[in-house]
């Protein structure tokens, strides 16, 4: 019998790492305390300055904070003597310039220090807070709450310091003493929740077994894989592999998606989000980051829908509170919906009716290209049914008859009927008895080829480039239409009832608490009218477990992103929330990290009869979830140039991406540049020769125009150096101008940046464990994939071997061109023109006709290789060509032109049918291509003429 939910929560409730450390001093080395006698600013200098430059580097983290009620001094703790520096209140802040210095603006919640670990008393302390308002911290009031708050960390404080102070904070070694003010400060790591005692309450809880957990854990029987072949209507452009994601999280019980990186699963998760919701649920993401769900937000943004609820941002949190006030939007009526329902119904007929338009021209040029295919054949046809060649004759009732009766061929049933399956059917097509349904079904075929023929003849050809940008321009007006539709829905009447009212009010109160307060609020309200009034939230982990309700099943779909960095305890609360959950992840990048002994996991998984699911020390999440149901691969690459991605898709993806990115103006750049810093030694950590040659590649790149420039290095010392060299050589101003970033590999997973600068940081000889550490595959991924434009690489090494040697060889060729060239034209035929092979269909070349009306035509017969007819000329005129291009999973079939000014030929309609041949137009264009359809019909078959017209358009087409 499988263990139950409760079980296994028990299990990892008993896995969880205990409370955090007591920290006692909150600084970063180097960086100074900065008193703030005006709470609101702060003057500018070096100090200040330093601090501002440090915040910029880690802007995803978040670091600069401002504290009231300073505690500093040296303090007996059971530990011995410690240095005490922290504030009794704290928030993030960001600091904006000004004339004179830096406003400081809250960017984040309220924080009672953590010592202070009785949660009722830190609840109370909140609302006091709350009630006087930041100008009462100023007061004589303020006094008194910091000394309760003092008191409670269990630290003597016996000296308060009211004196009104500037500049850098220094301080004596002595007992710790109250400073009545407010100060400026840098931290770096912010301390973890301890989820024992949380999950062993989730366990106690009522309904996880109708959880997420159940499926993910295999405690419930594997319920049959749901199937949705229905459409997905989405603001988001997507491709194959994202709209079957949609399709899947509809039903299923657990989603995986996995892919390597830049391969949009952020457009999946958000395009699943939207679905969910507007087919009335209600979705929770949970990322690891503030930055992740930033931005997930600011995707969401970027399409019409509903508003997301970002609960782990102050600035976010605030705009929110203010549009849940009643007044702050307009009330969607059933007339809103009524005519965003006509709205969307008029967008979408455009967009079909244009569809329907390329539909029409690309089947008939599909048909048209298999005369040929007839060619040798069609006479003995023409005799064998020769009422399909007839004129009037119905070519598409003819087909359905031919399928029907394919169909019933081998029924049962087809004994007690007179005669073969078709009987009629011969008759009425003027075929004998004996002639077998497969020849019917060829001669149908053969006439619609010839009829598509005549009409491309009749219509001058296919020419769909004007249909192009106005299905572009239907489709972006769809887009907006269905996302304003979908964000009335989410406030229409049926969500928006009197309790769901009441709740956003009330939630709009909770947003405006303290940390505290504001979790005793959210627990109070009523989970359902809460995820109904406000059906989408995003926020990290953490702040999950600290601010959502905990009832199990709250919402509709989870979505949990990199899942594969986070471990089984702190995802199990927000599985709990899930009916059902997607879990997006990556195995090959960098993996959660977990202290906890083998000897536990194993004591604790026969305790409970687990099997080794539950080893939180080695399955992520990601790994746990991908155990219980089927992985969808998104394959596609968007992120950067093919340089910057290929190594990664060989070395740790078999080949398994398609690189979409491709173009000749990019495909053989060299853009990893590989620095070789000489002479260089490591001391304590740290390679001040790569620290010194970072900065002077910054400067460099500065001076060049580039701005988006992170600097990662997998070391954390390194990383450290070099923050403190960059903050010493550019001012605040040039920091934030060249959105400059700096920080290990483990704070760059999830992010990106236009130009990256690695520092490996490593000397002759290496340690070996250093260099496992830089070597592990899963950090090595993710170091040489953040780079969106350019990378360049620091190394002291002489000659490295293994996986980093592999790289920096790889690293300094460039990528070989794609495709196949085109350089010799075929030789000359009849009238100088190639010889190429011909179909006609006996006396005459096609056949003609409207409405089945037929009639002879004579004209050119199509070339069997018009691509290569096409290519052959273009190069005689001067163009270079290349055939078959790739572009992710696409082939353009002409690359003309070189460099950023290539233009790509889609000489046939796709294989596949419009629909893929549309779908390829679209992914093309939206990858930066020009892309021209030159289908042979628009020339009657000359490629002499096609070539002369691309030719002479080919300014406008660049």
Known sequence: MSPSVATVLRALADLAPAAPERVYDVTRPGQPLIWLPDPNFCRRSREVERLVAADLLHRDDRTLRRGWGLVAGVAETAAGPRKVRFPLLGEPVRLEPTLRGYRVVPAGDFEITPLVEDRDLAAQLEVALELGGLPWLAGAGAETWMRTAAEATGLRVGEVDRGRRTGRASFPSRPPVLYVSAVLFGVRDVAGLALGDRLRAWAARPGLESTALAPVYGTAAPAEPAVDSGPVDSPLPLNEAQTEVVRRVRHQPVTVVSGPPGNGKSHAVVAAALDVVDRGGSVLVVTQSTHAADVLGELLERYPGPRPVLFGDAERRAALAAALEPAAEPEVTAAT?????????????????????????????????????????VGGLRLDVPGAFAPGADLAAAGRAVERARASAGRWWRRWLPGPPGRRLRRRLGAARTVPLDRLGEAVAAARSEVAAARLAALGGADPGPLWPLLAQARARLS???????????????????????????????????????????????????????????????????????????????????????????????LARARRALVVGDPRQLRFVSFVADVDVA?????????????VRRVSTFDLAAGAAPVSWLDEHYRCAPHLIEFSAHRFYAGRIAVATRHPGNETADVIDVRTVPAAVTEAGVNRAEVAAAVAEVRRLAEAGRVGIGVITPFRAQADALESALVAEFPVAEIERLGLRVGTVHSFQGSEAETVLVSLAVTDP???????????????????????????????????????????????????????????????????????????????????????????????PLPVDWAGELAAELVRVGLPVRRRYPVGRWTVDLCVGTGASAVGLNCVAHPDGAAAHIARHRALVAAGWVVVDAFASRWGGDPVRAALEVAARWPELT
Do not use: C, K
């Open 337 to 377: 919906l009524a005519a965003d329902r006509a709205a969307l119904a008029g967008a979408t007929a455009e967009v079909a009716r244009l569809t329907d338009q390329l539909t029409g021209l690309l089947d008939l040029e599909l048909l048209a290209g298999e005369v040929p295919r007839w060619a040798a054949v």
């Open 480 to 574: 907006t239409v269905l996302g304003t539709a979908m964000r009335h829905r989410g406030r229409g009447p049926d969500r928006w009832d009197d309790a769901a009212r009441r709740t956003a009010v009330a939630l709009g109160g909770a947003l405006r608490a303290g940390r505290n307060r504001r979790r005793e609020l959210l627990a109070e309200l009523p989970g359902p009218a809460l995820v109904r009034a406000l059906p989408l939230w995003i926020g990290t982990v953490t702040d999950v477990e600290e601010l959502l309700p905990p009832v199990a099943g709250l919402f509709d779909l989870v979505i949990l992103d990199e899942a594969s960095h986070t471990d089984q305890i702190r995802a199990a609360p927000a």
């Open 603 to 615: 004591a604790t998984l026969s305790r409970y009869g687990l099997d080794n699911r539950v080893d």
């Open 766 to 860: 290496v340690p070996a464990g250093r260099l496992r550490f830089l070597t592990d595959p899963n950090l090595f991924n993710v170091m040489v994939t953040r780079a969106r434009r350019r990378m360049v690489v620091l190394t002291s090494l002489s000659a490295p071997n293994g996986l980093l040697g592999d790289y920096l060889r790889y690293a300094a060729l460039p990528p070989d061109p794609r495709g196949e060239p085109v350089t010799v034209p075929a030789a000359p035929g009849r009238n100088g023109r190639p010889d190429v092979g011909v179909a006609r269909g006996g006396a005459t070349d096609a056949v003609v006709g409207r409405g089945g009306a037929a009639a002879a035509l004579v004209g050119d």
